[in-house]
């Protein structure tokens, strides 16, 4: 996340991109494994095109090992983010893999509030597991998912950043208590 004085970015990665991380490194172990088992091949190009050779031919065959290091390679490269571009007047949600696939716009004219909202995670028995903090940018067409928290206090930090640069109120719906605040640079200007 970071903020230019005129451009706000917030993008999504975190824990998908380690996940796939850990699936290529997977991957890559068993057809390490696999290529060692049969014999390696002396020289290390010679092993390199025995490891692509084995990665594509386990894609046409249904092998695991390609097939983590498929999902792995999706996960790593796939990418979002949100954009907030007061040059443009533009408020941008982009998905892609490398390069963004697909945008939607809308102008920051629309945007009416910054939301934190506390949302519950179950377990098997019905029982809380876990709760994190989304915030949010709202606007009559659509719905900007800025991240989640943990705490409580991280969410509000950066939903008010957030707020102080798009001039926009900011509402906190954590356990059922609205309560709406201005940023200061908002109080100031009234």
Not at 171 to 185: A, I, K, M, R
Request: aromatic share 16%.
């Amino acid at each position: 996340m970071f903020n230019l004085g005129y451009r706000y970015t917030a993008r999504s990665e975190g824990f998908l991109s380690k996940l796939g991380l850990f699936f290529v490194f997977l991957g890559a172990m068993l057809v390490w494994s696999q290529i060692v088992l049969r014999g390696a091949p002396h020289g290390f190009r010679l092993f390199l095109e025995e490891a692509f050779r084995s990665a594509f031919h386990g894609l046409s065959s249904g092998s695991p090992p390609s097939y983590l290091l498929l999902c792995g390679g999706v996960l790593i490269f796939r990418h979002g983010g949100v954009v907030f571009d007061k040059r443009k007047d533009l408020a941008m949600k982009w998905w892609g893999f490398l390069i963004p696939f697909q945008r939607k716009t809308v102008p920051l004219d629309s945007l009416t509030k910054v939301t934190i909202t506390q949302r519950s995670h179950y377990g098997e028995h019905g029982q809380v597991s876990y709760r994190d903090y989304e915030v949010h940018v709202r606007s009559a067409e659509m719905d900007f998912s800025i991240g989640s928290c943990f705490f409580h206090r991280a969410a509000r930090r950066k939903a008010n950043r957030i707020a102080r640069f798009l001039l926009l109120p900011m509402y906190d719906y954590n356990d059922f208590s609205h309560l709406q605040t201005l940023p200061d640079v908002i109080r100031r200007k009234r």
